[in-house]
């Protein structure tokens, strides 16, 4: 993520809350994530302008949040969801349950879990995007890996961004910052992906209460497993597609399946699935009496953001879908 400020703040048209009043923010605010005590530090807070965007998605949301001056938040426990911050600007001390962490642009961020009770403090000028995914997504996934009911998950608080695993983090961060803030909307199938692929870096990369579950070894499944897989990801391509699901319909554990296909096809489940949609969506530029534009064939293939796609498909066939379809007319 960028540490500087942006000229125009990210998801502008989105724009939810936007107020110097702090106890209008705090019910506006409260409102979009939960109920929380909101206070500016400075006894005249001559600075404070809070202003919350706010772009629901397929099971979460893309948030850019600014109060101006240094404030102190308290939540409690979320309950319904976990938020991953990334300051883009300032710093903030977060305590999430035990673990006290400091927040800031370019360095770290923090993650908070609906079951810990939550402590902030944004300092002047702090701004962060806000990944709000809904608690229901993540535990159900987590379960899939395991293969049992998982009811809570709770990650250490910090994150460091400039160690590999957090710049993976900020990279997808970006990606679905850049689906929600396009200039039209995004495919619930691409959205989906991208949530799915939010949560399984959660669990697989950062530090959580259930890691040791994660970390054991479990056998490969075998090759009709791998069909079952492959039939179900075909068979739904231009649907949204929730990992746990295919990992049920395949009848594998989630993170076994996962590894299967990286042992004996060489690539993850999402790669997979982003294969089969390059292939769908190949088959109707290659067909001449297709009358839809190349942006509408890319979403009834399952593929999302319209530039992302297009460099996927040039790496893939060596020229743009734009060309493929000039060729066959």
Known sequence: MQANVPVHAPLARFAAVD?????????????????????????NPSHFHARHHSAAQAGYSMNFVAYGAEVE???GELSGFFLLQVPV???????????????????????????????MTWHDGCE?????????????????????????????????LTDPVGQALARHVRIMLDAADGPAPVPEAYQVLLRDGLATLMLTCLRH?????????????????LRRAEAYLA??????IAMADVARAAGANLRSLQEAFRHHR??????????????????ALTDGTNEASVTEMMFRAGLG??????????????????????RVR
Do not use: N, W
Request: hydrophobic share 40%.
């Open 19 to 43: 107020t110097r009043s702090p106890d209008q923010a705090r019910d506006e605010i409260g409102r979009i994530f939960c109920p929380h005590f909101l206070i500016p530090t400075a006894a």
């Open 73 to 75: 938040i308290d939540p």
């Open 89 to 119: 600007r300032g710093a903030a001390r977060v305590r999430c349950g035990s673990v006290l962490t400091e927040a800031a642009a370019g360095r770290s961020a923090s993650i908070l879990s609906p079951t810990l009770p939550t402590r």
């Open 128 to 160: 962060k995007i806000i990944v709000l995914i809904r608690r229901q997504e993540v535990e159900r996934l987590a379960g899939a890996m395991i293969d049992r009911r998982c009811e809570r998950v709770e990650f250490d608080t910090g994150v460091d």
């Open 209 to 225: 209460d259930r890691a040791d579950l994660l970390a054991r070894p479990e056998p490969l499944p075998g090759p009709a497993v």
């Open 235 to 240: 068979a739904h391509a231009d649907r949204p």
């Open 266 to 283: 060489q690539e993850t489940l999402s790669e997979r699935l982003q294969t089969i949609r390059l292939e769908r969506l190949r088959a």
């Open 305 to 326: 953001h319209a530039g992302r796609a297009a460099a996927a498909y040039a790496a893939r066939y060596g020229e743009a879908p734009s060309e493929t379809r000039r």
